[in-house]
T-cell receptor, first 110, second 111 residues
Framework: EDQVTQSPEALRLQEGESSSLNCSYTVSGLRGLFWYRQDPGKGPEFLFTLYSAGEEKEKERLKATLTKKESFLHITAPKPEDSATYLCAVQAGNTGKLIFGQGTTLQVKP | DAGITQSPRHKVTETGTPVTLRCHQTENHRYMYWYRQDPGHGLRLIHYSYGVKDTDKGEVSDGYSVSRSKTEDFLLTLESATSSQTSVYFC??????????FGPGTRLTVT
C-alpha cells in the first residue's frame, strides 16, 4: 500500500536555528514528490516538485532533497514567517492522484 | 495565485440535507480534485476529474458525488449530509505537470 509518513509531527525552533523535516514514502513507481506549505485557515501552497533521487530544489531559506526512500525539507536560518504546516505528497501513476502525509507543524520563535 | 475560487466559504447545514460545493477555475487546467482535511487524517482525496464529464473516485468517496459539465467548474455534492462529513473541503487543479494548486477551502459543519 502506498504510504507517506512525515516526522516530526511538530517542531519548535528559535529564529536562525536550522533544521530538517523528513518525509518517508513507500510507493510503487514514484512519479513525483511534492512539498506544500499550509498556513492556518488557508489552502496548501505549492513549494517544490522532485522527480528523481539526487534531485534538489531551493527557494529562499528552503531546500528540498530526494532519495529513493525519503525526502528532506531543510530550513536554513528560519524566520518567524516560516511558521506553518509543511505537507509532503507523492504521486504514483499517471492520474495525478496525490497521497499526502499528515504534515509537520513548524513554529519559529523570535 | 492560481485562479481558483470555492463557494460557499462557510456553511452550516442539518443532517440529512443535500449540500453542493462549487469549485471554479480560470486557469483552463484539465485536472480538478476535491479533498477533505481532518485533524489526524490529513488531506484525503474524495473525487477527481481528468476532463469534462470524466471523473473517478478517490480514497474517501462514499457519500459524495461530483459533476463537471464545463472545464472551469467542478461540483461536489453531499446527497444527504451526515455529521461525519463535517470537515474542511479543498478543491485543487493541475495541468499535465500534476503540480496541484489549491483553493481557499470551504468549512462545512453538519449539525
Amino acid at each position: 500500500e502506498d504510504q507517506v509518513t512525515q516526522s516530526p509531527e511538530a517542531l519548535r525552533l528559535q529564529e536562525g536555528e536550522s533544521s530538517s523535516l523528513n518525509c518517508s514514502y513507500t510507493v510503487s513507481g514514484l512519479r513525483g514528490l511534492f512539498w506544500y506549505r499550509q498556513d492556518p485557515g488557508k489552502g496548501p501552497e505549492f513549494l517544490f516538485t522532485l522527480y528523481s533521487a539526487g534531485e534538489e530544489k531551493e527557494k529562499e531559506r528552503l531546500k528540498a532533497t530526494l532519495t529513493k526512500k525519503e525526502s528532506f525539507l531543510h530550513i536554513t536560518a528560519p524566520k518567524p514567517e516560516d511558521s506553518a504546516t509543511y505537507l509532503c505528497a507523492v504521486q504514483a501513476g499517471n492520474t495525478g492522484k496525490l497521497i499526502f502525509g499528515q504534515g509537520t507543524t513548524l513554529q519559529v520563535k523570535p | 495565485d492560481a485562479g481558483i475560487t470555492q463557494s460557499p466559504r462557510h456553511k452550516v447545514t442539518e443532517t440529512g440535507t443535500p449540500v453542493t460545493l462549487r469549485c471554479h477555475q480560470t486557469e483552463n487546467h484539465r485536472y480538478m480534485y476535491w479533498y477533505r482535511q481532518d485533524p489526524g487524517h490529513g488531506l484525503r482525496l474524495i473525487h477527481y476529474s481528468y476532463g469534462v464529464k470524466d471523473t473517478d473516485k478517490g480514497e474517501v468517496s462514499d457519500g459524495y458525488s461530483v459533476s463537471r459539465s464545463k472545464t472551469e467548474d467542478f461540483l461536489l455534492t453531499l446527497e444527504s449530509a451526515t455529521s461525519s462529513q463535517t470537515s474542511v473541503y479543498f478543491c485543487a487543479i493541475s495541468d499535465y505537470s500534476y503540480e496541484q494548486y489549491f483553493g481557499p477551502g470551504t468549512r462545512l459543519t453538519v449539525t
